[in-house]
């Protein structure tokens, strides 16, 4: 049985959100995964999931700092305008190449970032997601 019901991936790189879709799927770690490459378009549908069906809000976002157009952060600003009962229920990780190391405090200390993890995605991050965050 999936820990979770649905993950969004919000990455510019499409390669790494296949890598990151398939690791999701075969640590069957969620029943649903959508990625998007644009954070426009996952705020998108972010907005229509409040709008519609909350109930299928994402319970985890992995999100990219550096992507053309929106970026993380801005993502970010627009996010923390959904509705703390939907949010509250969603655990958001920054995932993300930065080495930037303002970068990384920034979005540490962010009250809606759980905790920025280096990519790649991997079993053990999932594994310490599964113990740290996710009631099962």
């Given amino acids: 049985m999936s820990t979770l019901k649905k993950v969004v991936l919000i990455d510019d790189d499409q390669v790494n959100n296949f890598v990151c879709e398939s690791i999701i ?31 299928n809000f994402p319970e985890l976002i992995f999100l990219d700092i550096n992507m053309p157009g929106m970026d993380g952060w801005q993502f970010m600003d627009e996010y923390k305008k959904f509705p703390e009962d939907l949010t509250s229920k969603c655990c958001l990780f920054m995932l993300s190449s930065a080495v930037d190391r303002k970068d990384i405090i920034t979005a540490k200390n962010l009250l809606d970032v759980k905790e920025f993890f280096s990519k790649p995605l991997s079993t053990e991050i999932l594994n310490i997601i599964k113990e740290d965050y996710i009631q099962q």
């Avoid at 069957?28 to 996952?42: G, H």
């Fill in 25 to 55: 799927k075969n640590e069957d770690f969620a029943e649903e995964v959508c990625s998007f490459e644009w954070a426009e378009d996952a705020l998108n549908h972010l907005k229509d999931m409040a709008t519609a069906s909350p109930g």
